[in-house]
């Protein structure tokens, strides 16, 4: 172990949404952070998600109201600080007779409308199926649909994003490295990790646990008892070929009162989930059941035209989402919100854990961890809230003038790759790309217009290890790539770090640059 210890203001253990968020806002606070994560950034539950901004129109049924209010709220400025990787999306919502009612759907998007200041997204409308593009997938027995607005997001692009902000701000981010051991002492933490092989251990002041469904073996780890659970919930969904060829989604509801959606997706794909059952074992396990992929279809089915089977299926994917336990009954009916807890008797070194929250909310949910840490450092006015994430640097209506300026430096490239990188990178696509004039310049080509000049990219600055990192959680590239591709890629990669880690001084450099 080394005899050298580094030392920070705060350790965040977990490399997801939450801990990557809360990172970047403590490092613009003035803050040293450490964040320790024991595999990929966006390795479990904050890559398997639905890929929404949303309030969470089902959870006005529970009377969630300041937890949809919250939501919709972050739905604006999530869009005004990440453009490219967050755009608005409408949903359409067929009326089925015998489930809720139209004039409850159009209560529930009344309020939905106005309970979150809605400022740029359209508001909500009712009107008839026949003649409208939408319609034209669906059963000809639908014939009444409401429609809203709420926003998409590549979650795990979201993630690599705030990492990307909280190192440039003077975060250390480390990758593939396991705690083995946190043990209080006086005035703070001891932190023992392990990276490669090699232990090494940290201080730092105070600990926040942000390690989702593993948050309860973290704080055991350190010693706590923590009064909040996590309830693990696994939420499974499929990609199937395109089911329609518009830019809507879809929203169904399920006689048992769950909602389906059915999203475009990665240009010629419909992402369709989400499932929700109570799941114990391994979150680094949860695989898709036969019984999810059946419920999934019949949920569809009961509404398109033409029934999707088994084999339109392309790739399917699960999550373990790490629900704050209320002891509701059903695991459908568990809080998506967030608790955040501190464990602090006496003068000792403060333990911060989240339990729950969604996605939508991991900025505010940072905000209040911060807020916690209050009596423990000095902490700085909030921020996060009005600085573009890397790459954000335009309007969040300016899709299509980022583009044309693209095409215009890098004119060699095809339009979807084009359309790729800009939603991908946004501004930071022309860091990307450099000065590349021709296919030569990028380099090795691995298939679906990945190159090497990308991948380098991804290695240098958003700590790409592997094939995997790259291809399915940094873009879903896998979706167009065979295996063989992308086994060549994954020996490309492996020989390119010379079979170790590229080190943080290439990142620092690169960052620099």
Request: charged share 25%; net charge neutral.
């Amino acid at each position: 172990m080394s005899s050298t210890e580094s030392s920070f203001d705060i350790a965040v253990i977990g490399g997801g949404i939450n801990g990557c968020g809360i990172a970047r806002d403590a490092a613009g606070r003035g803050l040293s952070v450490v964040l320790l994560e024991q595999g990929d950034l966006a390795g479990a539950t904050s890559s398997a998600s639905t890929k929404l901004i949303h309030g969470g129109l089902r959870y006005l049924e529970h009377y969630k109201f300041r937890l949809v209010r919250e939501a919709l709220g972050e739905r604006e400025v999530l869009l005004r600080i990440a453009p490219h990787i967050i755009w608005p999306l409408r949903f359409v919502l067929p009326h089925h007779a015998g489930l809720r009612p139209g004039w409850l759907l159009r209560l529930g998007l009344f309020v939905y409308d106005r309970l979150g200041g809605r400022k740029v997204l359209p508001p909500a409308r009712t009107f008839d199926l026949a003649g409208d593009a939408s319609g034209a997938a669906l059963k000809p027995e639908l014939v009444r649909a409401s429609e809203y607005s709420d926003c998409w997001v590549d979650d795990s692009r979201l993630v690599m994003l705030n990492a990307v902000d909280a190192r440039e701000r003077g975060a250390d981010i480390r990758t593939r490295t396991r705690c083995l051991s946190a043990e209080r002492m006086t005035g703070g933490w001891r932190i023992v990790t392990e990276h490669a092989g090699r232990r090494k251990a940290v201080t730092a002041k105070t600990l926040v646990n942000a390690a989702g469904p593993w948050a309860g073996e973290v704080a055991k780890l350190a010693g706590v008892t923590p009064t909040g659970k996590v309830r693990l919930v696994k939420g499974s969904h499929i990609v199937t070929d395109a089911l329609f060829d518009h830019g809507h989604a879809y929203i169904f509801q399920n006689a048992d009162k769950r909602i389906v959606f059915a999203i475009p997706y990665e240009r010629g794909f419909t992402l369709i989930g989400t499932t929700d059952e109570d799941y114990a074992g391994d979150p680094a396990e949860a695989r898709i059941s036969d019984a999810e992929i059946d419920y999934l279809l019949a949920s569809v089915s009961e509404y398109f035209a033409r029934p999707v089977t088994r084999d339109a299926i392309r790739w399917s994917y699960s999550g373990v989402r790490p629900l704050y336990d209320d002891s509701s009954s059903k695991a459908q009916d568990a809080t998506r919100d967030y608790v955040v807890e501190v464990d602090a008797p006496g003068d000792a070194a403060p333990l911060v854990s989240v339990f729950g929250g969604k996605i939508t909310t991991y900025r505010r949910l940072a905000e209040a961890v911060l807020d916690a840490l209050e009596d423990h450092l000095t902490i700085l006015a909030p921020w996060t809230g009005d600085v573009a994430l890397p790459g954000g640097h335009f309007p969040h209506d300016g899709i299509e003038a980022l583009l044309s300026a693209l095409a215009h430096k890098h004119s060699f490239l095809p339009d979807e790759d084009l359309v790729r990188m800009a939603r991908a990178y946004g501004t930071d696509a022309f860091i990307m790309l450099g000065e590349a004039n021709g296919p030569d310049d990028m380099g090795k080509a691995f298939g679906a217009g990945l190159t090497e000049r990308e991948v380098r990219h991804l290695m240098t600055r958003e700590w790409a290890m592997t094939a995997e990192d790259v291809v399915w959680r940094r873009s879903k590239l896998g979706l167009r790539m065979t295996r063989e591709e992308i086994k060549v890629l994954d020996r490309w990669m492996f020989g390119a770090r010379g079979g170790a880690e590229l080190s943080a001084a290439q990142a620092s450099a690169h960052d620099r640059a």
